[in-house]
């Protein structure tokens, strides 16, 4: 685990909101690739106040976060993908309490990610725990999405919390 990714690197490399949806911008579509809309390749650029880029040429609209869990959250992608940091590089499962001391959410908040963030893992193709960048770039998007739920491993970490999701 010499390689791994420190936290001070997690927050070299994302410092704010908007280097995360750069993130999954980058990863997801790219900066630059052919507009679905006009069918030009174009560089694309960030919207203010909007998780939304827009092609250079035509301005269509580009959202990153669709289909992610990112989407509809109310935690910021800063909080999420530090979450996805603890799990990846703790050797265990991280509990909800200990995501909601670690991030300063309500254990709500935290039994929420973490179900939702052991489900990305759980898809994310070739992931394994203390991996370098590439497993964790394909964690902080999810992999593929896929509808399998429960699931819980051993259960030995399980919370007690809140039903459904
Ligand atoms: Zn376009």
């Not at 174009?42 to 869990?69: E, L, M, N, Q, W």
């Not at 963030?117 to 394994?128: S, V």
């Not at 896929?146 to 699931?151: E, F, W």
């Amino acid at each position: 685990m010499s390689e791994k990714f420190t936290v001070r690197d997690f927050f070299n490399r994302f410092p704010t909101d908007d280097a995360c949806l750069e993130h999954v911008m980058e990863v997801r579509y790219g900066l630059r690739h052919e507009c679905s809309h006009c069918g030009q390749k174009a560089s694309f650029h960030k919207i203010t106040d909007r998780k939304a880029y827009a092609c250079s040429r035509c301005g269509d609209h580009v959202y990153p976060c669709a289909g992610t869990v990112y989407q509809d959250s109310q935690t910021s992608l800063q909080l999420w993908f530090y979450a996805i940091y603890l799990f990846v590089t703790t050797r265990h499962d991280v509990s909800g309490k200990e995501l909601q001391r670690q991030l300063g959410v309500t254990y709500k908040t935290a039994w929420r990610m973490g179900q939702h963030i052991r489900k990305l893992m759980r898809n994310a193709e070739g992931f394994t725990m203390l991996q370098g960048h590439v497993e964790l770039d394909e964690a902080y998007v999810g992999g593929k999405r896929s509808g399998k739920r429960g699931a819980w491993g051993s259960g030995q970490d399980r919370d007690y919390g809140p039903k459904g999701t």
